[in-house]
C-alpha cells in the first residue's frame, strides 16, 4: 500500500506563499490522479486541487483555492507538490495529499483510504 508524506507547512502571514511537497513511497506513475486536500478543526476533509498523472496532467481546483494554487507532479521523483500564493487566514488547516485511482472535480480520493500524516499550514492576519 502506497503511502504519502507530506511536507512544507509553516506558518505564513497573509498574501505570503509555501511550496508543499508529497513523496509517495510507490510509484506515482501507476496511479490515475494525485491530489490535495485540507482540514480544518470542526471541518471535514475537502479536496482543494487534482492532476491527473497521464500524459494530459489535467488539473482542477477548488473555487476556494482557484488562481492562487498551482498543483505540479515530478512523476520521476514520486512527488507531488503545491504551489500555494496569497495566501489567507482561511487557508490555515492540514494539509493532506492521496493518490488515487480515480477523481471528480477537485477531488481524488486515496486508493485504500490511507491518509498520511498532513502538514500544518498557519496564516496569520
Known amino acids: 500500500q502506497v503511502q504519502m508524506t507530506e511536507s512544507g507547512g509553516d506558518s505564513v502571514e497573509a498574501g505570503g506563499s509555501l511550496t508543499l511537497s508529497c513523496l509517495s513511497s510507490g510509484s506515482i506513475a501507476s496511479a490515475f490522479c494525485v491530489g490535495w486536500f485540507r482540514q480544518s478543526p470542526g471541518n471535514k476533509r475537502e479536496g482543494i486541487a487534482v492532476?491527473?498523472?497521464?500524459?494530459?496532467?489535467?488539473?482542477y481546483y477548488d473555487d476556494s483555492v482557484e488562481g492562487r494554487f498551482t498543483i505540479s507532479l515530478d512523476t520521476a521523483a514520486n512527488t507531488a507538490y503545491l504551489h500555494m500564493n496569497n495566501l489567507k487566514p482561511e487557508d490555515s488547516a492540514t494539509y493532506y495529499c492521496?493518490?488515487?485511482?480515480?477523481?471528480?472535480?477537485?477531488?481524488?480520493?486515496?486508493?485504500?483510504?490511507?491518509w498520511g500524516q498532513g502538514t500544518q499550514v498557519t496564516v496569520s492576519s
Open positions: 492532476i491527473y498523472v497521464d500524459g494530459s496532467q489535467l488539473k
Open positions: 492521496a493518490a488515487g485511482m480515480y477523481a471528480y472535480g477537485s477531488t481524488c480520493p486515496p486508493s485504500g483510504d490511507s
